[in-house]
């Protein structure tokens, strides 16, 4: 099963690049983040003609999470359990041959100020709570997509962001940690765990072009899943096309 990832920033205009991806890679699952668009408006029709159906838990402007898959899948749930009613479309989650995979876009923490921190670590704190209940009905599971935290200086460029940017922030990586101590695995570290790679630049200040860099899309594997791990790759040629999104795909391969 190949499981993407991809923070799309705005599925309407990026329609194209993303049917692309689609028809030359041809994951079993796509998971899209930050589409900015309710489900009436999801261009569905362009991925049903590479072969794809979608499942979307959008919003008008702002979020949005959206499956793509070339099998059926069943949808378990639109929204994080915990969160109260009509909160920001930021989860959705679905079974596929016997797997969950939940598709995230955790709050990025930088605006709203103290509140809007403590929004994303109450978030990160649900998330926890939920993966845990996962572990505990012993399922197999993917959590993947825009995490908005970089868990080591490792997983950013230097200067890229400051001390108190809340990607960095002592307390987002403990969160982070407390998720990845339940016994998950991340599988870009797996495979790839001193390597420079990120899966995002920023459009301002020339990032792409000087490398630098955050690594912040990221899949978390439930143990069994962890040990069918066969590949990770982040596309990062897919942030040099035209009109490109800020982040690239991360796609991790698992094998029977």
């Known amino acids: 099963m190949r499981i993407a990832t991809w923070n799309v920033n705005s599925v309407r205009i ?16 796509l998971l899209l983040q930050e589409i900015k668009c309710e489900a009436h408006q999801f261009p569905g029709d362009a991925f049903a003609a590479a072969g794809y159906r979608a499942e979307v838990f959008g919003q008008k402007s702002y979020n ?3 499956v ?6 069943e949808v378990r749930a ?5 969160e109260a009613e ?3 479309a930021r989860y959705i989650e679905v079974g596929l041959r016997d797997v969950i995979i939940g598709n995230l876009y955790l709050p990025n923490g930088n605006s709203g100020g103290a509140d809007g921190f403590q929004a994303k670590l109450d978030w990160m704190a649900r998330l926890r709570v939920h993966a845990a209940a996962l572990m505990a009905a012993d399922r197999d599971f993917v959590l993947a997509g825009d995490y908005n935290v970089c868990p080591t200086d490792a997983d950013y460029a230097q200067g890229a962001l400051g001390a108190d940017d809340a990607l960095v922030r002592p307390e987002s990586r403990a969160a982070f940690r407390a998720l990845m101590w339940l016994g998950l695995t991340d ?8 390597e420079t ?9 020339g990032a792409w072009q000087r490398d630098r860099g955050l690594r912040i899309d990221h899949a978390l594997l ?3 899943m962890a040990e069918r791990l066969e590949s990770v790759v982040i596309a990062k040629a897919e942030r040099d096309r035209t009109q490109p999104s800020d982040h690239v795909p991360v796609m991790v391969t698992i094998g029977d």
């Open 68 to 73: 793509l898959s070339r099998e059926a899948v």
């Open 14 to 29: 990026r329609a194209a690049l993303v049917a692309d991806f689609l028809v030359r890679v041809q994951p079993d699952v």
């Open 86 to 88: 009509g909160a920001a």
């Open 78 to 82: 639109r929204g994080l359990p915990g």
């Open 64 to 66: 949005g999470v959206a």
């Open 197 to 205: 790679l990120y899966t995002f630049w920023d459009y301002q200040a």
């Open 187 to 194: 599988a870009v570290r797996a495979l790839h765990p001193a």
């Open 222 to 224: 439930s143990p069994r």
